[in-house]
């Protein structure tokens, strides 16, 4: 059985055979399991940490074609997505097996543009916003951008893993992924891989927390 | 003979042996060699383009023992080194074995601090300045920065490589390596490599030129 539920989860557990052998302590005993919803930042960004070709948020004009199939792959296999209404206001999102949040001052502005359980608009904090959906069973949450998006959730210490695609380019001007505050966040490297000619670099980092 | 000028080199090839004979085409044929002078811009950066935390020019408070003992190396193996004049304003630098180039809009100003083949201030153009020394036999110029002068140079296409340590950090502000105008470089990866614990990832990247 696998359990998606950020609660606790009970288990008997009995004699165990293959998989399970290994995390038998002894028969009988109870063990208490939990389910952590772990939440990811991801960007592509340039060497000089640009997200946008000079303030154009169109980044599938200057991204690899590899970075653009990875992320495919990434949003199609997430259920839970996390997105600014500007982000929200310039893509057209396939929303068939996900459920949109999009963080917005102002969701009355989108009353007519949600559909429970598929898209909606909210304008809690990030802190609110993933305790509430901690307890209904995911395991991940994706928040693909803005930069605004990304530095509340940065600045609140939300963020479990960082996957950031490097480009080999240079734009001079343009967004960073975080913006406008003071952060001083240690992360650590987890996976990293070369995936085209041209050198674009696949990272994955854990945030380490205070 | 190893020859480090850029001025074609006329070399008489006879019968070769040893490491010669490899390059040897022919008994009596004369070859002409180049020696290009290679500029490389050296950074060290955070995961979201930071060369300063928040402002603080002091990178040795934030960047790994592992990134300043590979900076120094290459500090101590370099002979021709540019930088602008903040940069040498805020810090003490040995020249005992290198020549120092600080770029500046008051050479004047640093008049009693130049020492004739060991440190000069100059407002020259970054391709004036280059085009000086292509022609003095340097195999390498090494430009350590600031922002101002990496994009002077990055500007005007005169960068080979780009040496470029990202240190698992985000610092949300502070400088970044290319500033204030629109650039649009396209590198390739040449080298990469883990080289601690926390993933400080130091890499190369190689300027494809238009």
Not at 4 to 12: D, F, H, N, V, W
Not at 27 to 49: E, N, P, Q, R, W
Not at 104 to 125: A, C, M, Q, R, V
Not at 174 to 192: S, V, Y
Request: hydrophobic share 35%; proline share 4%.
């Amino acid at each position: 059985m696998v359990c998606k539920s950020s609660y606790p989860r009970i288990e008997k557990k009995n004699k165990g055979s293959g998989r399970q052998r290994s995390n038998q302590i002894g028969a009988g005993i109870i063990i208490l399991k939990y389910t952590k919803m772990k939440i990811i930042l991801i960007f592509v960004s340039t060497l000089d940490g640009k997200i946008t070709r000079w303030g154009d948020p169109e980044v599938r004009l200057w991204s690899s074609h590899q970075d653009q199939d990875y992320y495919k792959k990434i949003w199609n296999e997430s259920r839970l997505i996390v997105m600014g209404s500007k982000t929200f206001d310039t893509g057209s999102f396939p929303s068939v097996n996900h459920q949109l949040i999009v963080m917005t001052g102002h969701p009355d502005k989108y009353e007519n543009l949600k559909i429970p359980g598929k898209i909606e608009f909210t304008s809690e904090s990030p802190a609110k916003l993933t305790d509430r959906f901690k307890g209904m069973g995911h395991e991940q949450m994706l928040v693909v951008g803005g930069p605004h998006v990304a530095t509340s959730f940065l600045k609140e210490q939300l963020i479990d893993e960082l996957w950031l695609t490097l480009e080999p380019k240079i734009f001079g001007t343009g967004d960073n992924f975080a913006t406008g505050i003071k952060l001083d966040i240690n992360l650590r490297l987890i996976h990293f891989e070369k995936v085209n000619k041209q050198g674009t670099l696949i990272t994955k980092y854990a945030v380490l927390k205070n």
